[in-house]
């Protein structure tokens, strides 16, 4: 058995219309001075392009993206996102991020609008989208917060949920890949980015087990293990941040996944990026052999 994963993040798709004014609330309206002055010169349509084709041409199996379609989590750039994800020919898995939740948002008008799409269907509910036998299980850590905050959040009723999912999917034997947005460490965003409940799941995920965990939000290529644990945990750059520094410069996460043996998973990582002229090259590959095991712990009360 083998699969190919494509990994994705902080697309913020480019703006190309000013938004309504009746949609900037204060932190929109900071974020939007940020936007004008600063970040439409890093993340561009050009550099966005260059990888959805570089990974189209890959033909993975499926497409997981961590968060952050947006820039401003308006409601044009909501449907815009909806837009860009239905004309993909790839299946997908899709979770929010925090400038997915400048403001408060009722759900069906925001990050709501992507479940016909792969996306959740509720803030609360980890999303379950399964690939032979990978279980991409998609979790929400975008929750509004104070300006100049970028912190987020997965909450009690939400790891409960993950818990469960986590030993079931675990039990059928399946590689549990997780996808949450903020890194579940504590030294690889500042304090005021960072996930504020990083214990919380870091004990969830020890408990039930998972065997690679996916994130975005740093704009960092970066290769760690969840704390106390041999568990990996896979950062990715933005997916449209400008060529130049390949520390930074827009890129996506190979990852393929094979079960040599009823034991064993094989995870090979190859880290793509883009140069100055337009391509997509291999910059790191790391490689992962992780046990199969099948859980019969009950959930954590």
Same mark, same amino acid.
């Not at 974020?31 to 990974?55: E, G, P, Q, Y």
């Not at 009690?156 to 079931?168: D, H, M, N, Y």
């Given at each position: 058995? &083998?699969?190919?994963?494509?990994?994705?993040?902080? /697309?913020?798709?480019?703006?190309? =219309?000013? @938004?309504? !004014?009746?949609?900037? #609330?204060?932190?929109?309206?900071?974020?939007?001075?940020?936007?004008?002055?600063?970040?439409?010169?890093?993340?561009?349509?050009?550099?966005?392009?260059?990888?959805?084709?570089?990974?189209?041409?890959?033909?993975?199996?499926?497409?997981?993206?961590?968060?952050?379609?947006?820039?401003?989590?308006?409601?044009?750039?909501?449907?815009?996102?909806?837009?860009?994800?239905?004309?993909?020919?790839?299946?997908?898995?899709?979770?929010?991020?925090?400038?997915?939740?400048?403001?408060?948002?009722?759900?069906?008008?925001?990050?709501?609008?992507?479940?016909?799409?792969?996306?959740?269907?509720?803030?609360?509910?980890? &999303?379950?989208?399964?690939?032979?036998?990978?279980? /991409?299980?998609?979790?929400?850590? =975008?929750? @509004?917060? !104070?300006?100049?905050? #970028?912190?987020?959040?997965?909450?009690?009723?939400?790891?409960?949920?993950?818990?469960?999912?986590?030993?079931?999917?675990?039990?059928?034997?399946?590689?549990?890949?997780?996808?949450?947005?903020?890194?579940?460490?504590?030294?690889?965003?500042?304090?005021?980015?960072?996930?504020?409940?990083?214990?919380?799941?870091?004990?969830?995920?020890?408990?039930?087990?998972?065997?690679?965990?996916?994130?975005?939000?740093?704009?960092?290529?970066?290769?760690?293990?969840?704390?106390?644990?041999?568990?990996?945990?896979?950062?990715?750059?933005?997916?449209?941040?400008?060529?130049?520094?390949?520390?930074?410069?827009?890129?996506?996460?190979?990852?393929?996944?094979?079960?040599? /043996?009823?034991?064993?998973?094989?995870?090979?990582?190859?880290?793509?990026?883009?140069?100055?002229?337009?391509?997509?090259?291999?910059?790191?590959?790391?490689?992962?052999?992780?046990?199969?095991?099948?859980?019969?712990?009950?959930?954590?009360?």
């Amino acid at each position: 058995m &083998s699969a190919v994963l494509a990994h994705i993040s902080d /697309l913020h798709i480019p703006t190309r =219309a000013a @938004p309504a !004014l009746r949609s900037l #609330a204060s932190k929109r309206a900071l974020s939007l001075l940020s936007w004008h002055f600063r970040r439409r010169h890093i993340h561009t349509f050009s550099a966005l392009n260059a990888v959805m084709r570089d990974i189209v041409a890959s033909r993975p199996d499926a497409l997981a993206i961590s968060g952050d379609l947006t820039n401003l989590g308006t409601p044009r750039e909501f449907r815009a996102a909806r837009e860009w994800l239905s004309r993909l020919t790839i299946p997908a898995a899709v979770i929010p991020g925090n400038h997915d939740a400048l403001t408060p948002t009722p759900w069906g008008e925001g990050p709501g609008l992507w479940a016909g799409c792969g996306g959740m269907t509720a803030p609360d509910t980890p &999303s379950l989208t399964r690939i032979g036998k990978i279980a /991409l299980i998609g979790v929400s850590s =975008a929750v @509004p917060t !104070l300006p100049f905050f #970028a912190s987020g959040m997965m909450g009690e009723v939400q790891a409960e949920k993950l818990t469960e999912l986590l030993i079931r999917t675990g039990r059928a034997g399946l590689c549990r890949v997780v996808m949450i947005h903020h890194p579940p460490r504590h030294d690889l965003v500042v304090w005021r980015k960072a996930l504020r409940d990083i214990d919380r799941f870091a004990q969830v995920v020890r408990h039930a087990g998972a065997e690679l965990i996916l994130h975005g939000h740093s704009h960092r290529g970066t290769f760690s293990t969840l704390p106390d644990s041999d568990i990996p945990v896979i950062g990715v750059t933005s997916a449209s941040h400008r060529p130049g520094d390949l520390r930074t410069a827009a890129g996506w996460n190979h990852i393929a996944i094979e079960q040599d /043996l009823p034991d064993s998973w094989s995870i090979t990582i190859r880290a793509r990026r883009l140069d100055t002229q337009g391509i997509l090259r291999d910059f790191t590959t790391r490689r992962y052999c992780r046990p199969a095991t099948m859980t019969d712990r009950a959930p954590a009360a």
